[in-house]
């Protein structure tokens, strides 16, 4: 919807207005299952004796463990396989009381997979199962049946468990040779003592041979490693297996992109100098954790106090060697450095830089896990400036894309880092990822397949980060030597460079990336592609005594744009909450229209719309939209805090809270302008806590990744408060006695309610005439499930949820002053001062 030039306005910003009100879900869930029809005494015979031989078999395995001096955590692995295409009932599997863990779920070529810790003795536990299955067991009365037939019948097979019983990750990386030496991830579990077991494991690997790394990422139920050595080492030693819960292969980080030939022209950095105002130290700051910064450049200098640079590792020192942690910092200060250098007007900056060095020169992966790196780097800042405001941005990404979605233990560590757990939440952080690159000139050749082809690269599936792609309006070749080239992409499309998740799986994983800025473009000729000067960015050249620019591009350049971005919303409103930072980016996103001609079908399905995420996000974010509001563009901003569950005595876990939002609206004003074409935009962002112990042992019931998740609804304009309360609230239904309002998805919203409720951030568009959204200015915020509830053992049924809402409603030009209206009513009704 075209806007007019008009004056600006803050954003109306509210705190704790939700009236909170008990909730329970309306929706229902089939627990029905088709279950392999078996015979019950052959079937139940084939398991015992199966089950028999994985007692001899632990015998043995528990004797060589005493004779090695070990005296906790006695047991064995088994391993559990359903037929194929039958779900295994895997949740029964484990047994708490009895110290039975289920350690990982996989699937493969349609069977499902499971794997347990039995600790000793305990074997017993499925020996009865099988016996009362075998027995047809009911209860007294006869009334029920105890025969777990439910689980029993989705059995085929039991075994002891080995090496692949406890691979989780893509077949395709392990290797083919068994005295290859590489570097593993190894999960090991909790068991209630995480320095026994971790002790125990270092034992074991010292004896055999095996390198480990000094650093560990620690989870809720779950410890990751870095361990060098052969899977012949593994293989060989049941003890080593015995303690881990998973096994991957550790990732390598993205090789850094080589720089362009620079302009070489420092007069360029002296009249760029004079024409800018630097920021005071008390300004927000974008954290680059990259390959360190180089302060001596003059465009950088004043925006970076020597006390701002940082290392995890001192003899590293704080220099950046490589580049590309001073190209970040370039564009994350100043953005395209073209279009300042080229401008003659003043440049004003709005906030600072720091520096932590993450990795130094001609390093991959030496052996530690980048989890636990990147918390050791975000410590850092924190410790010479803990209460400055600060964006983290950082473009180091894996080389491949194999997660397809699925939390890795980097991208889960981005995630407890942006919630602050282990914490308690206070600090909660906001880190800004690149979406990773496709880098390879021959893949270009076949644009846009193979943007759509490459997916998202670890760590930007983490839930809680904003990860960015690139889109490019850059398509002008000036160079004297390329006159035979072509831009790949077209004015507004998405950058060859950029990856997508159309690859992963429609759910539970979020859609990424989130957004996209500029990462420029690539050229090609009759005989191949390439990159081309005058299709990147300009930035800072970490060498000044060679050259001060440098060109860089791809989703490492938009992501520094973003946190840029960031950290000027945070200079505007210095008291919004990170998750209220990352709302209003997204919010503020618009698809250029070349990029709907590309990857939306003009049918304009729900499903298409939900296609297009997977591609580019929300699109283009903008920093006009993000900071103001027009007359007839209103963003109401409500942060705000609900507990999503609770527990009263021994009973499971349950819902608790919904909020109920009564906004401002201006209904009169709306319902004036009748029939014309409006829209409400709706933005909900939260942090979740994430729990990747459990992400192998499926996604559903109690084995979630996310602590909870959170919903927005919105009164439809046929339904009274009471009504929309009903359609929402079970809770509320039963205690007034009334019915729910009609179900069903409200077309009128881009994506709807089977669509955006992925991840821990969503929004939505709603458009239709200005006298139904008259009518819609009730908004409901509820739980979702998570392992908060469903975990129990794990406590977090008693915490509390921090969100954030933007709400825009958008109008053509036409003379009526929304945004007047709303502020008399909000400064009238709870004195906000804005």
């Given at each position: 919807m075209a806007e007019d030039r008009q004056e600006r306005h803050p954003h109306i910003i509210l705190s704790r207005t939700g009236q909170a009100e008990r909730f329970r879900s309306t929706a229902s869930f089939s627990r029905d299952k088709v279950l392999p029809v078996r015979d019950r005494q052959s079937h139940g015979t084939h398991l015992r004796n199966q089950l028999h031989r994985v007692q001899v078999d632990a015998d043995a395995a528990i004797q060589t463990q005493r004779d090695a001096g070990l005296e906790g955590g006695l047991g064995i692995q088994v391993e559990f396989a359903s037929d194929p295409d039958t779900e295994l009932t895997f949740?029964?599997?484990?047994?708490?009381?009895?110290?039975?863990?289920?350690?990982?779920?996989?699937?493969?070529?349609?069977?499902?997979?499971?794997?347990?810790?039995?600790?000793?003795?305990k074997l017993t536990t499925f020996e009865r199962l099988i016996e009362d299955y075998l027995a047809d067991r009911r209860s007294e009365d006869g009334s029920r049946s105890l025969d777990n037939k439910a689980l029993i019948n989705t059995i085929r097979e039991i075994r002891t468990a080995t090496f692949e019983a406890l691979w989780t990750d893509d077949r395709a990386v392990l290797p083919a040779d068994d005295n290859l030496s590489i570097w593993w991830e190894i999960w090991l579990p909790v068991r209630g003592d995480r320095a026994a077991v971790l002790g125990r494991f270092n034992t074991v690997a010292e004896q055999i041979g095996l390198q480990v790394s000094s650093r560990a990422i620690r989870f809720l139920e779950r410890t990751i490693l870095q361990v060098r050595g052969t899977k012949r080492q593994f293989v060989q030693s049941m003890r080593l297996l015995n303690e881990v819960a998973e096994i991957r292969r550790a990732k390598e980080t993205a090789e850094f992109f080589d720089a362009l030939n620079p302009v070489d022209q420092h007069e360029w950095v002296k009249d760029l100098l004079g024409r800018t105002t630097f920021a005071a130290a008390d300004a927000p700051h974008v954290c680059i954790l990259d390959t360190g910064v180089n302060r001596g450049h003059p465009l950088l200098r004043p925006a970076l106090a020597a006390e701002d640079l940082h290392s995890i590792e001192p003899a590293w020192g704080q220099a950046d060697t490589e580049g590309h942690g001073t190209q970040m910092a370039g564009i994350a200060l100043y953005g395209d450095l073209t279009e300042a250098l080229a401008s003659a007007h003043p440049v004003e900056l709005r906030h600072r830089l720091e520096s932590v060095k993450l990795l130094p020169h001609n390093y991959a992966n030496q052996g530690e896990p980048y989890g636990q790196l990147t918390i050791e780097a975000v410590a850092r800042p924190e410790v010479t400036a803990p209460h400055r405001g600060r964006v983290f941005s950082m473009a180091i990404t894996a080389k491949d894309s194999r997660d397809r979605g699925r939390p890795s233990s980097w991208s889960a560590a981005i995630d407890a880092l942006a919630c602050d757990a282990p914490g308690e939440g206070q600090t909660p952080h906001l880190i800004i990822l690149a979406a990773g690159n496709i880098d390879e000139p021959e893949a270009w050749k076949t644009y846009p397949a193979s943007n759509q082809t490459d997916g998202v690269h670890d760590p930007g599936q983490a839930w809680n980060a904003l990860t960015v792609g690139a889109y490019t309006q850059k398509i002008n070749i000036p160079e004297p030597d390329a006159e035979g080239y072509q831009p790949i992409a077209p004015h507004g499309g998405l950058s060859p460079f950029s990856?997508?998740?159309?690859?992963?799986?429609?759910?539970?994983?979020?859609?990424?990336?989130?957004?996209?800025?500029?990462?420029?473009?690539?050229?090609?000729?009759?005989?191949?592609?390439?990159?081309?000067?005058?299709?990147?960015?300009?930035?800072?050249?970490?060498?000044?005594?060679?050259?001060?620019?440098?060109?860089?591009?791809?989703?490492s350049a938009a992501s520094a744009q973003c946190a840029r971005m960031a950290a000027e919303i945070l200079a505007v409103y210095p008291g919004l909450w990170s998750e209220t930072v990352r709302a209003l980016i997204v919010h503020s996103a618009e698809w250029t229209e070349q990029i709907r001609a590309d990857f939306l079908d003009r049918r304009r399905r729900k499903e298409d719309y939900a296609r297009l995420l997977r591609v580019v996000g929300f699109g283009v974010p903008s920093l006009e939209r993000a900071l103001w509001s027009i007359s007839n563009s209103l963003t109401l901003v409500v942060q705000d805090e609900l507990q999503p569950f609770q527990r009263e005595g021994s009973k499971d876990p349950t819902a608790r809270d919904m909020h109920i939002h009564l906004l401002p609206w201006p209904r009169e004003e709306l319902a004036s302008l009748g029939e014309t074409e409006v829209e409400l935009r709706v933005t909900l962002s939260y942090f979740i806590e994430p729990s990747p112990g459990v992400v192998e042992r499926g996604v559903k019931g109690r084995y979630r990744y996310e602590s909870h998740g959170l919903r927005f609804e919105v009164k439809r304009s046929t339904e009274s408060e009471e009504q929309f309360r009903h359609r929402i609230n079970l809770r509320a239904r039963e205690d007034e006695g009334g019915e729910g309002a009609g179900g069903g998805s409200d077309p009128n919203w881009r994506l709807g309610t089977n669509f955006r409720h992925l991840g821990s951030l969503h929004s939505d568009t709603w458009t239709g005439t200005a006298v139904e959204l008259a009518e819609r200015g009730m908004l409901a915020v509820h739980p979702a499930l998570g392992w908060w509830k469903t975990a129990k053992k794990l406590g977090g049924y008693e915490k509390r949820a921090r969100y954030a809402l933007a709400v825009t409603i958008r109008t053509p030009p036409v003379g009526v002053d929304l945004y007047g209206v709303v502020l008399g009513r909000v400064v009238a009704k709870v004195g906000v001062e804005v």
């Open positions: 949740e029964s599997l484990s047994r708490s009381r009895q110290g039975i863990e289920l350690l990982n779920v996989r699937r493969e070529a349609g069977t499902t997979l499971a794997t347990i810790f039995v600790p000793e003795g990856s997508t998740s159309l690859t992963w799986p429609r759910s539970p994983w979020p859609y990424k990336p989130d957004v996209v800025f500029e990462g420029g473009n690539a050229g090609r000729d009759a005989i191949s592609p390439c990159t081309l000067p005058s299709l990147g960015l300009l930035t800072t050249h970490h060498l000044l005594n060679d050259r001060p620019f440098s060109v860089t591009n791809a989703t």
